[in-house]
């Protein structure tokens, strides 16, 4: 009787037989991978913009306080980017001859807004408050990083859906006093910082149960 | 009455027809695309400062029309009893504003410390000499807030010169509301008192704490 398969066939049925145990299992792995790399986050991507805008400089070498030119960001949902009238504060004086400012220079003159390309932008089924997290003691490097350290701004944290339970599940692990929110050093106390977080809480009337209630962030 | 017809064109047993087959694999794409479809993720809304094709200017946030009136100042309105000239201005009848509108507390004064600190302290420097980062990169400096010209101005002038600019200084009324002005300009008084205040008008428990001085020779000012 003559063969019919071919001895290959042996590796091949053996590989067929693993590839369907293993196949979607890996493929599992593979787009769980995928959607948490940096190509789906956009974590510490860089971004071309308009103007190369060093965070570093002005808040770490200058000292700048965030709110100088965020100045919403205590009272509002949106943290407020500059309009080019704050950025020329300074710069109608300082380096007002620079060839890198001169979209800055350009947009005052002809009244255009630049254009930045956006880092941290939410689905607009979420309904993030800078203001509410700002008021309860959740610090600026919590979710934004170090930006004092950033010669071009990137994003810090994946924003998604699981980190933001994280916290709203355990809001102890980050809550600090208020006075510290803009302070870009502070770090949580190990191991006081759970003790200091549940005191903040309760003096914050901060309702953790209702923290993971859907509502809170989809209307 | 279509579907009628397509059956007939298949029943030829002659002509092979892929269009079953054809129609199975669109319809698997088109479950495939409408699940990468992100109307949810981007919801024909504008989001704040989002650029907008509909205006010439392409921004989606409209300027607020000349002469528009808050309807609910979010800000913080006038005291009762102050005219608006006086709270938003610092002004009142041609002359610069005298007094603070409202009561100056501890907290109206840390509230003041803390927007001084934000807004004022690039140039202006901590202690309000004019030294402040900004400064020594290359800005005008400001004159110190102790000189002797500046601590006679009336307090409206301070709340004046956030509101409208002055010199190099740009406006600040845009990122600075009304009130915080206010706060501002009664923590200048406060840098001003601090580096020309009398030993002998502290409180004795203060007094007391100051290293050795000798209570004759302490106030600089007196004649």
Redesign the interface.
């Known amino acids: 009787m003559p063969q019919i398969f071919h001895p290959s066939a042996n590796t091949l049925s053996r590989l067929t037989l693993f590839g369907m145990a293993v196949g979607p299992l890996g493929l599992l792995i593979v787009s769980y991978l995928l959607i948490r790399s940096p190509y789906q986050t956009g974590v510490r991507v860089i971004r071309e913009q308009p103007v190369p805008f060093s965070h570093e400089h002005h808040v770490g070498g200058l000292g700048i306080d965030c709110r100088y030119c965020h100045t919403s960001v205590e009272t509002s949902s949106f943290a407020g980017l500059p309009p080019t009238h704050t950025c020329m504060t300074c710069h109608s004086q300082i380096w007002s001859t620079s060839p890198m400012l001169e979209p800055v220079r350009t947009s005052l003159a002809m009244k255009q807004p630049i254009v930045w390309t956006r880092i941290h932008n939410l689905p607009d089924f979420v309904y993030f408050n800078h203001a509410i997290h700002i008021q309860k003691g959740i610090g600026c490097v919590s979710c934004h990083g170090r930006v004092d350290k950033m010669p071009i701004t990137w994003k810090e944290e994946p924003l998604t859906m699981e980190w933001c339970l994280e916290c709203h599940r355990h809001p102890e692990r980050h809550l600090r006093e208020k006075r510290e929110v803009f302070n870009m050093e502070w770090a949580p106390p190990v191991p006081e910082q759970l003790e200091i977080g549940r005191h903040l809480i309760e003096r914050e009337h901060i309702e953790v149960d209702r923290l993971t209630n859907c509502s809170v962030c989809h209307r | 009455m279509r579907r009628r017809v397509a059956i007939k064109r298949w029943d030829r047993p002659s002509r092979r027809s892929w269009a079953g087959e054809f129609a199975a694999i669109m319809a698997v794409a088109l479950l495939v695309l409408t699940g990468c479809r992100s109307e949810?993720?981007?919801?024909p809304?504008y989001?704040?400062?989002e650029?907008s094709s509909l205006f010439e200017?392409?921004?989606s946030a409209r300027p607020l029309v000349a002469g528009t009136v808050p309807r609910d100042d979010?800000r913080g309105a006038p005291p009762a009893g102050v005219p608006d000239e006086v709270f938003y201005t610092g002004w009142s009848q041609g002359k610069l504003v005298e007094s603070v509108p409202f009561p100056v507390d501890r907290a109206v004064l840390e509230r003041g410390q803390e927007r001084f600190?934000?807004?004022c302290t690039?140039c202006h420097g901590e202690l309000g000499d004019g030294r402040g980062?900004?400064v020594r990169?290359?800005?005008?400096p400001p004159p110190p807030y102790a000189s002797e010209e500046l601590r006679k101005q009336p307090i409206g002038h301070y709340f004046d010169v956030m509101t409208r600019g002055f010199g190099?200084?740009?406006s600040y009324a845009?990122?600075?509301p009304p009130r915080d002005r206010w706060a501002i300009a009664a923590y200048i008084r406060v840098l001003q008192l601090s580096q020309h205040a009398e030993a002998a008008n502290l409180p004795a428990e203060d007094r007391n704490k100051l290293p050795a001085v000798d209570e004759a020779s302490a106030p600089r000012s007196q004649p």
Not at chain 2, 137 to 140: I, K
């Open positions: 949810m993720y981007e919801q809304r989001e704040p400062l650029p200017d392409g921004s979010p600190r934000i807004y690039p980062m900004i990169r290359g800005f005008n190099t200084m740009y845009s990122r600075v």
